[in-house]
């Protein structure tokens, strides 16, 4: 078979790019990704800010109602005509105060929690008042003001034309809770109250002053120029349930999104668990860096929510222009490196080159010059060498015929000796390269995992544990311990560590292991069997390293049945009482005949993400330890791996 010959050229720059690229690339990815996260991390934070601003405004409108009713409260008319039972001296002025303040109702009510006179509805009167958190507080003396629902019926009660106002028809929407609603004929109210009290201070009655919020899209816009620039394009919405009725949220056609929904996910922790959401959300129609505050009626209970939120894409864009940054550097310095390494492996190659075709005309019996060799390294070494050599040889050349075939074999010695230097220096420049690639990407890849675990668990900390974010950080952290776990088996298997023995119940460390194997696979498609005898079974052993034993074969027994099955651990004595046993056995799809040689050999692996260690670093702690492992498998009907430790002794207890 004819041999491919590669230049030591080639071989130079393949070792000098390998290491470059690897490097770049990394530094792409990890570089990326945390200026990514960091940038995401920083609008999240700053919509979060936007939403304090928003509860501001949304605040700073409930007193400004308040400060109305309080001024109001103040006139001796309403007082007067309150204990007259005369309304027509404080009709003018509450008809006036309704209209120029554009306050939806303004009624007067007396300490009987009777109303006496609505302003926006002045023929209906008399009903009565009894579960209003705000008149109670008001009739107790106190100026309050917040967010209340009012039915249809109580809505027509203040205005004929206002349940008609409020009622806002339901648009089916993505990622919404399922419902069979037409239409939202609730309304929402900003509510102030304050007492009206006669000339000794005594409280008569209450002023309530209602602004309906279904519809009115003033205080919205408000927060959105308060909070965002135009370019940026953030929205904000009040919801009433989960129900957008006052939204500068546009779909399609730009038109407010009034009487859209609320994303199922959302509504599950904010309308029903009251709690803030601050993370990216489907809005409508797009996926936008979004947060939710639940707002809460006077009697304490979730009524609605306030929203503010930008779009995700113009972060996308952002992320895809870095990308397009770091692939111009990488071309970039690839070009660079490579003319750079082109220029370095012809220099250093060219004493070889000349070497060599000394080597050649030599072995074709011409007459050679001495190659020059302007070095002081292995290379001018040998040239020196190869020269020494050359004039050796052509100095025979010229003594007696009888000597000719000593000085050929001699000849011959020097050529091998040529040759096996040439190998020699191949093998160490490959090496070197293999030794920077180790290093490299050893470095590349411990420092930024560090940071990502550092990270996600601060991430970790301050996600709420029922949050719906929870399972993907920790999913997060799953994939990094996997990640730890495979550069373990590496440095394990490479370099044994010594053992830290210690006396320990095997059935407790068992136990203690499918305790919290379900933190790594759900567990709920298993039936899981533990067959222990009662006594102690005490060995001696590095108790970690037997864990992670263990661990990998519980592991690899509940891999081994994908769509579920019976995992049985048996934990006694073998038959002459000097070593503990202990067995997994599954009735997954077994191991073939012609692996089961194979399995414990470094490498080998018959699964798509497996590293072929798992097993090798297994066998290796066991014979640390002095003891034994076995496995019976059956294609089709399962596999059991059984391990041999001995007991601790008297002494060691």
Not at 18 to 42: E, M
Not at 323 to 337: K, Y
Not at 378 to 385: P, R
Request: glycine share 8%; hydrophobic share 40%.
């Amino acid at each position: 078979m004819h041999r491919v010959r590669v230049s030591i050229r080639r071989k130079l720059l393949f070792a000098t790019l390998t290491p470059l690229c690897v490097a770049i690339l990394l530094s792409w990815f990890i570089g990326a990704s945390l200026i990514t996260d960091r940038v995401f991390k920083q609008a999240q934070q700053k919509v979060l800010g936007d939403l304090n601003s928003a509860r501001k405004t949304h605040q700073d409108q409930i007193n400004h109602l308040t400060g109305i009713v309080k001024v109001a409260a103040l006139s001796p008319e309403i007082t007067d005509s309150l204990m007259t039972g005369r309304p027509e001296k404080f009709e003018g002025m509450l008809h006036q105060l309704l209209i120029s303040e554009k306050i939806t109702f303004l009624n007067v009510i007396d300490d009987s929690r009777i109303v006496r006179y609505r302003t926006a509805n002045p023929g209906t009167k008399g009903d009565h008042l009894p579960d209003d958190p705000l008149i109670t507080a008001a009739l107790n003396g106190e100026l309050t003001g917040g967010v209340q629902i009012y039915s249809t019926e109580r809505l027509s009660r203040e205005n004929p034309e206002l349940a008609k106002n409020a009622a806002v028809a339901i648009r089916p929407t993505l990622h919404s809770r399922p419902g069979t609603r037409q239409e939202e004929q609730r309304g929402m109210l900003l509510i102030a109250a304050s007492p009206l009290r006669d000339n000794e201070g005594r409280v008569i009655g209450a002023l309530q002053a209602g602004f309906l919020l279904n519809g009115d899209n003033g205080l919205v816009d408000t927060i959105t120029r308060t909070v965002y620039e135009q370019a940026e394009g953030g929205a904000a919405t009040i919801f009433l349930g989960d129900v957008r009725i006052a939204t500068t949220v546009r779909d399609s056609t730009g038109e407010r999104a009034t009487g859209t929904l609320m994303s199922e996910e959302v509504a599950r922790v904010v309308l029903d668990q009251g709690k803030r959401w601050s993370d990216r959300a489907f809005v409508l129609n797009d996926w936008y860096l979004s947060a939710y505050e639940p707002i809460i009626d006077s009697a304490g209970a979730v009524i609605g929510a306030l929203y503010v939120g930008m779009p995700e894409k113009p972060l996308l864009r952002m992320r895809s222009s870095l990308n397009l940054i770091f692939a111009g550097v990488l071309i970039f310095v690839t070009l660079i490196g490579i003319w750079l390494s082109t220029w370095i492996s012809r220099r250093l190659a060219q004493p070889i080159r000349a070497l060599a075709e000394g080597s050649r005309r030599m072995a074709a019996g011409e007459q050679i010059e001495p190659v020059i060799v302007d070095s002081d390294d292995e290379i001018g070494l040998l040239a020196e060498e190869f020269n020494t050599m050359t004039k050796e040889l052509m100095a025979l050349q010229q003594t007696l015929e009888q000597k000719v075939s000593e000085r050929t074999t001699q000849l011959e010695e020097k050529n091998q000796q040529l040759l096996n230097a040439q190998k020699e220096l191949a093998k160490a420049e490959r090496l070197a390269g293999l030794g920077l690639l180790a290093a490299g990407v050893a470095h590349e890849i411990n420092n930024p995992l560090a940071i990502i675990r550092g990270n996600t668990e601060l991430l970790q900390d301050e996600i709420p544990s029922e949050a719906e974010a929870r399972e993907e950080v920790e999913a997060i952290m799953v994939e990094i311990s996997r990640i730890e776990r495979i550069v373990g088996h590496l440095r394990v298997f490479s370099k044994r560590e010594n053992l830290q023995p210690h006396p320990f119940d095997i059935r407790r460390l068992l136990d203690n292991i499918l305790d919290q194997i379900g933190h790594q696979i759900p567990l709920h498609p298993y039936s899981i069997k533990r067959h222990y005898i009662d006594s102690e079974i005490v060995v001696i052993g590095d108790e970690e390293r037997l864990r992670q034993v263990f661990s990998n074969l519980v592991l690899n027994g509940l891999q081994a049945m994908p769509e579920g099955g019976k995992l049985v651990l048996d934990a006694s004595f073998t038959e002459d009482g000097r070593s503990a046993c202990v067995s997994v056995s599954d009735n997954g799809s077994g191991i073939k005949a012609e692996h089961l040689e194979q399995i414990f050999t470094p490498f080998f692996t018959t699964k798509a993400r497996g590293t072929g260690l798992g097993l090798a670093v297994t066998y290796g702690i066991i014979t640390d330890h002095g003891g034994e492992i076995r496995v019976n498998s059956t294609e089709g009907a399962g596999t059991a791996f059984t391990v041999l430790l001995p007991l601790a002794a008297p002494e060691d207890l």
